[in-house]
């Protein structure tokens, strides 16, 4: 009797220590910032609030280890089975929680980039918006104008060279046939590409991040020429010439878990010059190519610049980036 009062006491101390240890545990990562490299935006209030949770009930356990250390527990029958009586099955999940505890606690805090890419294949900006990695497949247009619209025509290049300001003193109306789309989702990235085809540098913001390579890519073929400055960690494939490497982002849904590299290929006269896994901005010029039988955007770079590691290092979809202020 003794001894069963004794494993049950255990039991009850090895669930409030790692109970505890838990809630600390995720208390570290929101105060060191590094929560972001293992769950996504959405769901970390929902974990934040899970340590409070967790926290509570390993104080519940350890009152009640106190209370049975005390003998002061009454046991019955009506409550289903003492601790003690499933030991081995509880010693089990015990370590189940408790290896990636201490894997958690041990390990660094590693930031995915391009070793990540290399294993699981990152996509590139092609015909398929990069909305596709991450489960959505929006149509794409083959052409960017309404062919029942006989009247209209894109405007020259000549129309550029003369007066300079093309891009911010399009008409709404023009804008509104060249960048027409006939679903809805393209339709929010029409939008979207009405805005930044006005700018006369397009920042890819990290809060929209996808959805404006999203617009770039839907309407490709309007984007050339255009300027573009965007952030990324260097990432070469086996068969890229040495003027060529890939800006890359990792994109994440909920988790880790579901992240996916994607990126964009750059060219430059001093793209050897990069080590993989450096992060870097560009500035140039939108251009497209050929890539393993895909037609696909590149960057023909015109300055390159070295950075620290953004914060947060991932990227996330953004369903009301219509919202988001384009300067």
Sequence with gaps: ??????????????????????????????????????IGE???????????????????????AYRSYKGAIIECDCCGSSPSNSWP????????????????????????????ASKKGIILSSSASP???????????????????????????????????????????????LFYADNDFDRDLAELA??????????????????????????????????????????????????????GRIAVQCCTADATPYGVLAEFVGASELKDDTWVKVKGTIGETEYNGNTIIKIDVAESSMINVPDPPYIYPNFDFLNVSIP
């Design 1 to 38: 009797m003794k001894n069963e009062k004794l494993i049950t006491l255990l039991h009850y101390i090895i669930r409030t220590i790692i109970l505890l240890a838990l809630s600390v545990y995720i208390a570290y990562l929101v105060e060191t910032g590094s929560l972001q490299l293992y």
């Design 194 to 247: 009405k805005r930044i085809y006005k700018l006369p540098m397009i920042e890819v913001k990290p809060e929209i991040y996808m959805e404006i390579l999203s617009s770039i890519v839907t309407f490709k073929e309007h984007f050339i020429g255009k300027s573009i400055e965007i952030s990324g960690f260097v990432y070469r494939e086996p068969d890229l010439a040495d003027d060529q490497l890939v800006i």
């Design 131 to 177: 909305y596709a990695a991450l489960g959505f497949q929006p149509q794409q247009n083959e052409a960017a104008f309404d062919p029942s619209d006989a009247q209209w025509a894109p405007p020259s290049s000549n129309d550029t060279e003369e007066t300079g300001e093309t891009d911010s003193s399009t008409s709404a109306e023009s804008l509104d046939q």
């Design 42 to 64: 959405r769901i970390m209030p929902l974990v934040k609030l899970s340590a409070l949770v967790v926290y509570a009930l390993a104080v519940i356990q350890g009152f009640i």
């Design 89 to 116: 099955k509880a010693s089990f999940l015990y370590g189940v929680i408790a290896l990636p505890l201490l894997l958690g606690f041990f390990l660094p805090d590693t930031v995915l980039g391009g070793s990540f």
